[in-house]
């Protein structure tokens, strides 16, 4: 092997073929192969994202209403008489950590889970979740249990 005989792995390059602008006599001189006159001709043209030749783009086709606030921060709902539930199943005894959330698939790993009130707990339990509504907090604390904030 040497220089004058390397060339790429079989399929690796794209642009094989006749090179563009090199002449008349390679077949591809003259306007090479960009037509005459207009944008696309023009040395420095780039097409603009989301360019339909023309036609109206899908960006602004597509109605826009509301708001998104980038913001926002999004929270897995857990309510108490879930928590209840999940006692009653015997999927849990006295402790809901947040990995044992993940594995009765109730969050995923990278989610943010807030506990509300909504029902009635009978057994105490202790949890442990990011946020707690007040009211879910004083019907686990009645109860016996205890809330952690991670």
Do not use: C, W
Request: proline share 3%; glycine share 14%; net charge positive.
């Amino acid at each position: 092997m040497s220089l004058n005989n390397l060339q790429p792995a079989k399929g690796s390059n794209k642009t094989s073929g006749k090179r563009l602008g090199r002449g008349q006599g390679s077949g591809k001189g003259g306007t090479s192969t960009k037509g005459h006159k207009g944008a696309q001709s023009r040395s420095g043209y780039s097409r603009k994202i989301g360019f339909e030749g023309g036609q109206m783009p899908l960006q602004r086709r597509i109605p826009k209403f509301g708001f998104n606030n980038i913001n926002r921060i999004e929270y897995k709902t857990i309510n108490v008489d879930d928590i209840q539930t999940l006692v009653d199943d015997k999927k849990i005894k006295k402790d809901l950590t947040f990995e044992k959330m993940i594995e009765l698939r109730i969050a995923k790993k990278g989610d943010l889970v807030k506990v509300l009130g909504r029902g009635k707990i009978d057994v105490p339990v202790n949890v442990a979740a990011h946020k707690f509504s007040t009211s879910a907090e004083k019907l686990i604390e009645k109860a016996g249990g205890k809330i952690t904030k991670i």
